[in-house]
Nanobody
Framework: QVQLVESGGGLVQPGGSLRLSCEVSGLLPKLYTIGWFRQVPGKEREGVSCMTGVDFAAIEYADSVKGRFTIFKESHKDTMYLQMNRLQSEDTAVYYC??????????????????WGQGTQVTVSS
């Protein structure tokens, strides 16, 4: 069983930065996709960024975060990250990391993901 635990959320002023971490434990699938999603109460969950393919070479970002957010994974650790810069109030949400046990190139869609973290709150406010 794969377990994911997010951390790094919090309160930040507009224009600030946060780095979210997702620590993965358990036996990872041989092939997998990793993703970050967010959700605001009353709204559908939104794909923020994802990585898939050999060496996670295929990376996707939602248009709303392109140029501000960066997804990455340390090669020697089963931890993935979402670096969030120039945060805006619209980025306020609960952020989730997730893993799908396949390569999936339309990876901003959440239906393929099998394992999910519990979420971490990000609040951008002055």
């Amino acid at each position: 069983q794969v377990q994911l635990v997010e951390s790094g959320g919090g309160l930040v002023q507009p224009g600030g930065s946060l780095r979210l971490s997702c620590e993965v434990s358990g036996l990872l699938p041989k092939l997998y996709t990793i993703g970050w999603f967010r959700q605001v109460p009353g709204k559908e969950r939104e794909g923020v960024s994802c990585m898939t393919g050999v060496d996670f070479a295929a990376i996707e970002y939602a248009d709303s975060v392109k140029g501000r957010f960066t997804i990455f994974k340390e090669s020697h650790k089963d931890t993935m990250y979402l670096q969030m810069n120039r945060l805006q109030s619209e980025d306020t949400a609960v952020y989730y990391c997730a893993i799908a046990d396949v390569y999936y190139y339309d990876c901003l869609q959440d239906h393929v993901y099998k394992y999910w973290g519990q979420g971490t709150q990000v609040t951008v406010s002055s």
